[in-house]
């Protein structure tokens, strides 16, 4: 009967459990910037979305999200990445006494939040990170492969082959879960090649852009060196339009000035000389020491516009006064040779 009795019991706790709602995960952080798509342990993630202790978050080729915890501690999740937020416990004085993720893959900033930094914990399939109050990049490869760069503070990583100090900003180190791994040492552009992925801290390289103050952290000289980005397509170019020929500006004509209207000189009345032939003195020459030259006159042979002959008669009369006022003048001086003539006699 007890034997009964004892299944009966326990059977009646059974169905009791299961009947009774199981504590929902607590909420550690949220969503602050979600681009293309990334999900967590119920879905896709949007801003605003609170992520949760145990809960594993995943981001596309494209994907990117950016996340606050309670203590203000900043992670942001980049392409292809794959992280689980392992242990979470939160005191009452706004900070935490363990934060602990384990990043499966892809690439990764953290910025520590207002907890002691003995309290961060970062495990990779390489070895840990130590923070130290502390701003860094770590990307983790397919194989395992591990790179961390430091952007502010501190940092320590540890695996099978020893512990690396980090203590100036853009010294890197490179480890792989065999236990190899280099010496720290400043991040320059071959960092890509070591790690067999051009893709690889797209934080630094300019390929990834972050929002808010964590975005402002990078650099370290990989900007240089950016891949193109595979995920979308460059749009075109803006072509240019071309610049409008402009013709030079046109000179005002200046007014052409008026010319005073010449008076028409007379063709007839006055001969073409300046001064009329019996004003010049006659007694200077003797007249037939040179011959008489016709006087020029504008009228004579002159034809009209209409091509007729001009006004002949008029230069004949002006010629036959010309004429008459030859013989006085020869007369004159005969006279005078008379005069003298018989004065000598």
Known sequence: MWGWRSVSVATLCIALSSAWPAPAAEPVGQAVVIKTQVTGQSGPIEVDTSVHRNERIKTS???????????????????????????????????????TIRAAKGTFRWVSGSSNSSAYQILTPAGTIGVRGTAFDFYVGPDGTTAVVLLNGAAR????????????????????????????????????????????????????????????????????????????????????????????????????KERPNKPDKPHHDKPHHDKP??????????????????????????????????????????HERHHDRDRDHNNDRNHDRGHNFNRGR
């Open 157 to 256: 990583f540890c695996g099978p082959g020893g512990c690396r100090q980090l203590q100036q900003r853009c010294d890197c180190v490179v480890a792989k879960p065999n236990g190899d791994m280099s010496a720290a040492r400043r991040v320059d552009p071959s960092i890509l090649a070591t790690l067999g992925n051009q893709r690889a801290l797209p934080f630094l390289s300019g390929n990834q852009r972050l929002a808010g103050g964590i975005g402002m952290l990078g650099g370290c000289n990989m900007a240089s060196v950016a891949p193109e980005r595979k995920d979308r397509t460059r749009p075109p170019p803006a072509v240019a339009p071309a610049p409008q020929r402009q013709d030079p500006p046109q000179r005002q004509a200046e007014p052409q």
């Open 61 to 99: 080729q494209s994907g990117l999200g950016q996340f606050v915890f309670r203590d203000g501690t900043k992670l942001a999740v980049g392409w292809g990445s794959s992280v689980v937020i392992d242990k979470y416990v939160f005191d009452d004085s706004q900070s935490v006494k363990k934060l």
């Open 277 to 318: 032939h019996h004003d010049r003195p006659h007694h200077d020459k003797p007249h037939h020491d040179k011959p008489d030259r016709p006087d020029k006159h504008d009228g004579h042979g002159r034809h009209d516009d209409d091509g007729k002959p001009g006004n002949h008669g008029l230069d004949h009369r002006g």
